[in-house]
């Protein structure tokens, strides 16, 4: 079973910038796809961006296209989300997760982290 860590949350002011961490540990999953997802109170998980094991191809939503960038570090088993021009509507817990399929949907994905909080203040 993989465990995935997330880090790298925290309060920044509008306009402002994030790094977002996902750490993978146990078992190999060499041909997964790695996602992040957010969830903000009151809504349902919803899909931001994704990218292949081998970091060669991403998809993200539209509405960070253009801002967020994921990318992977293979040797530390690490997937990254740079999140820059952050609007308040970003605010949420953003979540990893693994998936075997090159999906959207939060079902496809899985195991989940436990989350980290990214709070967009105006």
């Known amino acids: 079973q993989v465990q995935l860590v997330e880090s790298g949350g925290g309060l920044v002011q509008a306009g402002g910038s994030l790094r977002l961490s996902c750490s993978a540990s146990?078992?190999?999953?060499?041909?997964?796809?790695m996602g992040w997802f957010r969830q903000a109170p009151g809504k349902e998980r919803e899909f931001v961006a994704r990218?292949?094991?081998?970091?060669?191809?991403?998809y993200y939503a539209d509405s960070v296209k253009g801002r967020f960038t994921i990318s992977r570090d293979i040797a530390k088993i690490t997937t990254y989300l740079q999140m820059y021009s952050l609007k308040p509507e970003d605010t949420a817990v953003y979540y990893c997760?693994?998936?075997?399929?090159?999906?959207?949907?939060?079902?496809?994905?899985?195991?989940w982290g436990q989350g980290t909080q990214v709070t967009v203040s105006s």
């Open positions: 990218i292949t094991w081998s970091g060669g191809f991403s």
């Open positions: 146990g078992r190999t999953f060499s041909s997964y796809a």
């Open positions: 997760a693994a998936s075997g399929v090159h999906s959207t949907r939060p079902n496809d994905f899985g195991p």
